[in-house]
């Protein structure tokens, strides 16, 4: 091979959304020699378009508030399929982690005594948004960029890692030997020149799944590498049939569908309605949250100012809930003119409210749709959003099965169970990315490893491999084809037949996937790369399936039209997916159980 | 293509593309790299409330696979896909097909004041150099509880600039640098200047930066045109309210000898 550009560090962290950048800067101050690889520029991860707020039960607005109730919250929300362990940490360090932004420069809203303003959202018992306006996820991404800059971390832009390279101590997969973590190879997208980096831990902090599906409010980097990365070196993953469908994304014009229409809408007073005017949303309150939830417009509207003698509105309900609930009253032919629900605040609340708490939403709907959401109602209907499966991890250290792999984010499974509370996710990145990042650099302190001979020469031949074909599949094509499968068959309600018609050309996909061609060079190609990132689209797309039929029962974000209720059964059992050469199997596993003080906190009345 | 359409899913029950009211555009599109290019003609189809990067998408994958264009959140907040649209900087996400001259061809071209890598994608290194040069965020202690207080009016002159989403259309079209290539190492650009504004604007910051953005930013040089505040996505009021109070702080500094009694709350802006 030519000149291959090297580097070596302690840590690797692949990705620089919210989860990667925090993961750096622990790593960083862990005395880790520490580097940050994207496939864009940096600040421009997904996490940017995070609008909501980071869930931390700081009780600035609410003294009540506790990690006792956020993690309660998260774990009813998640219908008590989450890693315990996990919630509870998370609810316990959230709170730290976001007045450690402060420290970084993040300047959020304050409350009236100047502390950081709290707003209401679904799921959470309490307002324990931590925010700024309706544009979060771009004050976190900033803080922990310039963060990041300010420590001299390195940063590897525009560069995609498509392998994880081990020391070849363990046994023979897809063309090379698995074992303990040495590095990572990819190719920089401005050139397509290859590069190595040797790096004994790596922490896979890339998102999610989302562009698998045609209407998703994911950006192009969420084509599970991180998944497909450390699945292809014997990692193990985990319940990944979980998916969130948003509730509300924009559903006209054709070409936005999907766009995310943040939770904020609801939190701060709107409602949905169908097309008749009536809000629906009464009509689907299920027995496992009537006693939280409000029966009366009355009631729910009395809420927003006084949460002790009233429950939340239905609108408040998990997204799970509420994007069912769209889903139904447009199948019955209820449904906006787009096929959607009515989002409605502009008769609830002041055009100066609305501007204030939702400028980055009244700009998208002006530009994108010409509604003005001050005097009319947004049309919403569900978008792909967030996978709750993920890598399987030690809910402390974030470590994966194989030795120097961790997760964190998106990217890491358990934490959610079976269906994520808005908020949890700013808060998630910010926690697990700094334990990851901590345990990472004292993995490395003591570890070296050294990538096994052969492994760069076979990665390097894999990505260039599309170049060298003739009169295959465009992979645009194929994506689109993908696309279009996942959304009808393995959407926001399954059914088993349609599953399995989606698994078996899920295989024919890959045979394709095997043949395709891309045109020109290897300088900043988008073909190519869409052909790389194909590959692991296709292998979480299959877990996805493959899970999906298993699970037979309804949860969060799993819901068969054949299994409609939750099983006791299921409820107590993840679903650990691994792959070997290409194919993908399962077992089931039993759910770590809660310890009786924390079991405690569920049978409370009241 | 043919799917099966599933009955459990919207798909199934939202309308598809009124293709009535589609219709094909001309597109001329800057292709090439650093050795040269040229405008290449397109003919594509146009669908109902479609934004040109739908359209750069929809020639990316029928008529040229390997056309390099930046794109993330596909909804203005990242600030990926600039571009130069009929010669204006813009986001290609959110300029929608309606807004543009009915029946004119559609130039697209990359942002002119960053070298090119390919197609419409420069190489915006620059600014992130600039970026590093910037003197870190260096707080006061947290009061005695172990909080930071701020009042949301304090917050909210710092807020504006942190709304910037680093599309770089304000240092694309700052004339300062767009046809000057040697006034770059001297010269942020504004962009920064709101960057300095902000920390300087910080309730809670410590660090003074008003030397800095004279000497080593060249702020000196930013002779007010406001094309920045121009094209800023944002609406930021770049020149008005970052880099206008940011001058005048640094002209109190220079020549205010009132300024060693009363510190740096001497003048509020």
Redesign the interface.
């Known amino acids: 091979m030519t000149e291959l550009e090297r580097h070596s560090y302690d840590v690797l962290v692949i990705g620089a959304g919210g989860a990667g950048l925090r993961a750096a800067i622990a790593a960083h101050e862990g005395g880790a020699r520490t580097a940050v690889v994207c496939k864009?520029?940096?600040?421009?991860?997904?996490t940017?378009?995070a609008e909501g707020g980071i869930a931390a039960a700081m009780g600035n607005v609410w003294p009540d508030d506790n990690w006792q109730v956020h993690f309660r919250d998260t774990m009813r929300g998640g219908k008590m399929l989450n890693n315990w362990r996990m919630a509870q940490l998370h609810a316990q360090e959230a709170p730290a982690r976001v007045?450690e932004l402060?420290?970084?420069?993040a300047?959020?809203?304050?409350t009236?005594?100047?502390?950081i303003?709290q707003r209401d959202f679904g799921g959470h018992r309490y307002a324990r948004l931590a925010h700024?306006?309706d544009?979060t996820?771009?004050?976190m991404i900033?803080t922990l960029q310039?963060r990041v800059?300010?420590l001299g971390i390195d940063v590897y832009?525009e560069c995609t890692i498509t392998r994880l390279l081990t020391d070849g101590t363990g046994e023979d997969s897809n063309g090379t030997n698995r074992g303990n973590i040495a590095g990572a190879f990819g190719y920089w997208r401005?050139t397509g020149r290859f590069v190595c980096f040797e790096a004994p831990a790596v922490i896979l902090a890339t998102g999610g799944i989302g562009k698998s599906f045609?209407?998703t409010s994911n950006?192009?980097?969420y084509s599970g590498d991180g998944h497909a990365l450390a699945a292809r070196v014997g990692a193990t993953l985990l319940n990944m049939e979980f998916i969130q469908f948003h509730p509300t994304g924009m559903?006209?014009?054709?070409?936005?569908?999907g766009?995310?229409v943040t939770e904020s809408v609801r939190g701060d007073g709107g409602i949905l309605k169908n097309k008749d005017g009536k809000r629906f949303m009464f009509d689907y309150i299920p027995e496992f949250f009537k006693a939280d939830t409000a029966d009366t417009e009355a009631e729910a509207d009395r809420w927003y100012e006084d949460k002790k003698n009233n429950r939340r509105p239905p609108e408040l309900l998990p997204r799970d809930e509420v994007a069912r609930a769209i889903?139904a009253e447009?199948?019955a032919g209820r449904?906006s003119?787009?096929?959607?629900a009515y989002l409605d605040i502009a008769s609830r609340r002041t055009p100066e409210y609305i501007n204030k708490r939702l400028p980055?939403m009244y700009?998208?709907f002006k530009?994108?749709?010409d509604v003005d959401i001050t005097k009319e109602p947004m049309e919403v209907?569900?978008t792909c959003h967030y996978i709750m499966g993920g890598v399987e991890v030690n809910a402390d250290t974030q470590a994966a099965v194989v030795p120097g792999l961790y997760a964190a984010g998106e990217v890491g499974g358990g934490m959610h169970g079976s269906n994520r509370l808005g908020g949890n996710s700013l808060g998630d990145l910010l926690v697990f990315g700094q334990r990851a990042g901590h345990y990472a650099a004292e993995y490395a302190k003591s570890t070296t490893a050294k990538i096994a001979d052969g492994q760069i020469e076979v990665a390097a031949a894999e990505a260039t491999a599309p170049f060298d074909r003739e009169g295959g599949d465009?992979?645009?094509?194929l994506h689109?084809?993908l696309q279009?499968?996942m959304?009808?068959?393995v959407?926001?309600?399954?059914?088993a037949d349609?599953m399995n018609?989606a698994l078996a050309r899920l295989q024919g996909f890959k045979q394709r996937a095997k043949n395709l061609t891309?045109?020109?060079?290897r300088?900043?190609?988008?073909?190519?790369h869409l052909a790389i990132d194909l590959k692991n689209m296709l292998l979480c797309s299959e877990m996805v399936a493959v899970a999906a039929i298993e699970r037979k029962e309804s949860r969060g974000g799993h819901t068969r039209?054949d299994y409609p209720v939750a099983d006791k059964y299921w409820g107590t059992q993840n679903i650990v997916l691994s792959e070997k050469d290409g194919t993908v199997s399962f077992k089931l596993q039993p759910l770590p159980v809660m310890p009786d003080d924390l079991k405690i906190l569920f049978e409370e009345p009241k | 293509?043919t799917?099966?359409?599933?009955?459990?899913?919207?798909?199934?029950?939202?309308?598809?593309?009124d293709k009535s009211k589609s219709f094909t555009a001309n597109f001329k599109v800057w292709r090439g790299?650093s050795s040269g290019g040229e405008l290449v003609d397109y003919s594509v189809e146009v669908?109902?409330?479609?934004?040109v990067l739908?359209i750069i998408f929809r020639i990316?994958?029928?008529q040229a696979?390997?056309?390099?264009?930046?794109?993330?959140?596909?909804?203005?907040?990242?600030?990926?896909c600039s571009a130069e649209i009929n010669g204006r900087p813009a986001l290609q996400c959110?300029t929608?097909m309606s807004s543009l001259p009915p029946g004119e061809t559609v130039v697209v071209t990359p942002l002119r004041t960053f070298p090119v890598?390919?197609?419409l994608?420069t190489?915006?290194k620059f600014n992130?150099e600039k970026?590093?040069q910037i003197p870190?965020?260096r707080?006061r202690p947290r009061d005695a509880d172990?909080?930071?207080?701020?009042?949301?009016i304090d917050?909210e002159r710092?807020?504006e600039f942190?709304?910037?989403?680093?599309c770089w259309m304000c240092q694309n079209v700052c004339h300062v640098i767009r046809d000057h290539e040697e006034n770059k190492p001297s010269f942020s650009g504004p962009r920064f200047f709101i960057r300095l504004a902000e920390?300087d604007m910080?309730p809670?910051?410590t660090n003074d930066r008003k030397v800095i953005a004279q000497e080593k930013h060249g702020l000196g040089m930013c002779n007010i045109t406001k094309c920045c505040t121009e094209v800023c996505p944002e609406h930021i009021k770049i020149t008005d309210n970052g880099i206008i109070p940011l001058k005048e702080r640094v002209a109190d500094r220079k020549y205010d000898p009132l300024f060693q009694i009363f510190g740096r709350n001497h003048r509020k802006h």
Request: glycine share 10%.
């Open positions: 864009s520029l940096l600040g421009k991860a997904h940017v378009m007045e402060e420290e970084y420069g300047l959020f809203d304050r009236p005594d100047g502390l303003s700024v306006g544009r996820g771009l004050e900033r310039q800059v300010a832009m401005e045609k209407v950006s192009w980097e559903v006209w014009p054709p070409s936005v569908r766009i995310l889903n447009v199948k449904g003119p787009a096929g959607g980055s700009h998208q530009e994108l749709a209907g569900p465009n992979p645009y094509a689109a084809e279009a499968t959304n009808e068959l959407g926001i309600i399954r059914d349609e018609e891309v045109t020109g060079n300088q900043f190609n988008p073909g190519w039209n | 293509m799917t099966t359409v599933s009955s459990n899913n919207p798909k199934a029950i939202q309308p598809d593309v790299d669908n109902e409330g479609e934004v739908d990316q994958a029928e696979n390997d056309m390099a264009v930046r794109w993330n959140c596909k909804a203005g907040k990242c600030g990926s959110m929608r890598m390919r197609d994608v190489d915006v992130y970026a590093k870190a965020f707080p172990g909080k930071y207080r701020m009042a949301q917050v710092g807020q942190r709304k910037c989403i680093e920390l910080h809670l910051d």
